[in-house]
């Protein structure tokens, strides 16, 4: 039963009308309930947790290999090219050996200066050079959000072979602002990290300490190697670490070319990959 919506008199199913006041009485149609819209939060929510943990997968990966592939990240608007490409087959650097150098592209910055300097140094120290030999890079873009302004830094390795035992390597590092394309110098490298020449030397020192621990140098390799630490080159490693290559002296001139990562005390492995184990006494 129901009421009449102005006398408030009983009414019957049937009545169309109040048999008291003659009030139409139309009684209002009861809506369907939205039993749709937790399946559509639940949906939304579900797609927004893949999209993150795809992201969070996509970073560790990056972590774990050291390096970025050669892409364009979206986010970054940054490019990284190979402006040389040749590929060869040596039997001292396993098949498809890589002769590359980079080239940079950075959205709406002119790229172009950054480029022909890291071309120029490089040619040039090909210049008068002989034997067999290979090249390749990799890079970090610094995106940690300690950091205010963002840098990609670039790490060149080229190696020639002098004989079947021995080999000169040569590391090249470019670091370069993403805000504006230009090249910068150690002074602006190390002012990100907040530290300066002094410092980039008393760390460089601090992870000579435990190197020299786990190899085989003469007492005159040791001292020369410390005079040395000036000339370590700085640059960004993964997740903002302070890295920097330089050159480990030997007596008997076959200088090595190694990077470090000044944070983890650890050497880091150069973009050139060789067959074996990666000695050239155990090459093919």
Known sequence: MSNCVKCGSEL????????????LNIQPVKRARWNWLPWVVALCTAMIVIMFAGTAVREIYRRNTGYYERRKDPSRNVTVTD??????????F???TKFAYPEVSIKGKNTKIANRTIAKEIEKYHEGREGKFAADYFYYFNMHPSFNKKVLSIVVEVCYVRTSERSDSHFFVYNISIEDGRLLNDEQVLRRFGIGKPGLENAVKRTYDSYVKTVNLTE???????????LAEPFFGEDGHLCFATVIPKED???ISILFDADTKKVLPGPIVFKGNGNLNDME
């Open 220 to 230: 005159e390799e040791k001292k020369e190697l410390y005079n040395d630490a000036h």
């Open 94 to 96: 396993g098949e498809n």
């Open 83 to 92: 402006a040389v490409n040749e590929t060869f087959s040596s039997e001292l």
């Open 253 to 255: 001139g076959d200088n």
């Open 12 to 23: 019957k199913p049937s009545d169309k009308f109040c048999q008291k006041c003659g009030t």
